[in-house]
């Protein structure tokens, strides 16, 4: 029995008169108890616009908005609170430095440096600055067992990089990326690295202190906070010198018929009316997860896996992107194929047998390219999962080429 599954209200319903086993979590997490009794809290009794009203309400909407901030910042390790900054995702966030950073401060001739296996969100918005900039996009190539090698990174991070990009875990491939080395080698160049932890902070401590990152984004509603609430960390220094991204309420110091200037960090990049409630449920979402314990995440996250990579081993006709042996560098996310049967129907059918997995290319048609395939399915898995849930997993993919007329 897992300790914490019961925290989850949506794990009790059913699916097609299944129990629901959700194996979509690099997709979106699932909500506990005290992250949606935070939000609903707030809405029911301290609703109000924050950093606008010196009337009660509005203090205590600042007040908790503000504790928010504060939380974020000592669980991502980093020095200041001005240096946290509220999206609504990571899209958002890695929008912004785009936008904000790069086309202010990339030329033409400058180099941009990216794995092939990123997100869509931290890709298409490195294109648009490259397109705009007559800058260059240099890519990564992962290995078969999804590696970045030391020879990939140093041939392609050189003189003429000034950005590198990149996820700390691959929503496709599960990889691990060795963060720490690549920064070191991103400011031996004089390179910033962005940083998207969208895959990783649900799972593992993320310091960008330590890391030493520029930047660094993730969303909330991938570890168990609200949708509609992201994070951007930014380098003060870095920060002071960008333009806003967006213009508008609250981010401004005096505005007149022809000119304006704006408020200082975090404000200046915070437009308009906040998502306070997401704020909080965030708030609410990092102390559930302090107190179940990274320690405790991995080890129950590491049997799963293990567990279901041997499991998909014996089933004939499975093909498991990424690798199975490089286990130890590798996220609870499995990419695969059952040969003869598209992603889609393998999904369709397993949602039959109440299983919930994703059919796609998951928003990286560059490694799906790479990859040499359209699209695949994804299982994806985190604490609140079981062993039974890998077992209904696995049993109905073994039916899926049966079930389809295509044999066993």
């Keep these: 029995m897992n300790p914490w599954a019961e925290d989850f209200p949506i794990l009790k319903e059913t699916i097609n008169g299944k129990r629901l086993v959700y194996l979509d979590n690099a997709a979106t997490t699932q909500k506990p108890v005290p992250v949606l009794k935070a939000v609903d809290d707030y809405y029911r009794k301290a609703n109000a616009n924050p950093h606008r009203g010196l ?25 200041k609170d001005e240096e946290v900054l509220f999206t609504r995702n990571a899209s958002e966030s890695l929008n912004l ?15 941009i440096a990216l794995p092939v296996s990123e997100h869509h969100s931290n890709l298409v918005p490195w294109q648009m600055v490259a397109q705009a900039k007559g800058a260059k996009l240099v890519y990564l190539y992962p290995d078969a067992q999804g590696r970045l090698t030391d020879a990939e990174i140093g041939a392609k991070i050189t003189a003429k990089t000034k950005i590198v ?55 909330g509603h991938k570890m168990l906070a609200p949708m ?4 951007l960390y930014g380098k003060e220094e870095l920060l002071n010198r960008m333009p806003p991204f967006l213009r508008g309420g609250e981010m401004i110091e005096y505005v007149h018929e022809q000119s304006a ?32 314990g990274y320690d405790r995440i991995q080890k129950t996250e590491n049997e799963l896996l293990n567990y279901t990579l041997d499991g998909l081993a014996e089933i004939p006709h499975v093909t ?12 609870g996310v499995i990419s695969f194929n059952v040969e003869g049967v598209h992603p889609h129907d393998v999904a369709t059918v ?11 290319h998951h928003c990286a048609q560059p490694l799906m390219e790479y990859l040499c395939v359209n699209s695949t399915c994804r299982a994806s898995l985190y604490f609140y999962n079981t062993k039974d849930d890998i077992d209904v997993f696995l049993a109905a993919l073994r039916k899926v080429r049966g079930w389809l007329g295509l044999g066993a």
């Design 350 to 360: 397993l949602d039959a047998a109440g299983v919930a997995i994703r059919a796609g």
């Design 97 to 111: 430095v785009a936008y904000s950073y790069g086309l202010t401060f990339l030329k033409e001739g400058d180099e």
């Design 261 to 292: 200037t704006f408020a200082p960090l975090p404000q200046k990049f915070e437009a308009g009316t906040q998502n306070v409630g997401g704020a909080i449920g965030l708030d609410a979402a990092i102390h559930y997860l302090r107190n179940v």
């Design 228 to 231: 509609g609430i992201g994070v």
């Design 320 to 331: 498991v992107y990424g690798g199975t042996d490089n286990r130890a560098n590798r996220c």
């Design 55 to 79: 009337y009660a309400l509005s203090v205590e909407a600042t007040q908790k908005y503000e504790d928010a901030r504060r939380t974020v910042k000592k669980f991502i390790g980093a020095r």
């Design 165 to 219: 990009a990149l996820a700390h875990v691959s929503n496709v491939l599960g990889s691990i990326y060795p963060v720490k080395k690549i920064v070191e080698k991103a400011h031996s160049v004089g390179a910033v690295v962005v940083l998207d932890c969208a895959q990783s902070i649900p799972h593992y401590p993320v310091n960008v202190t330590e890391l030493g990152c520029d930047f660094m984004a993730f969303s």
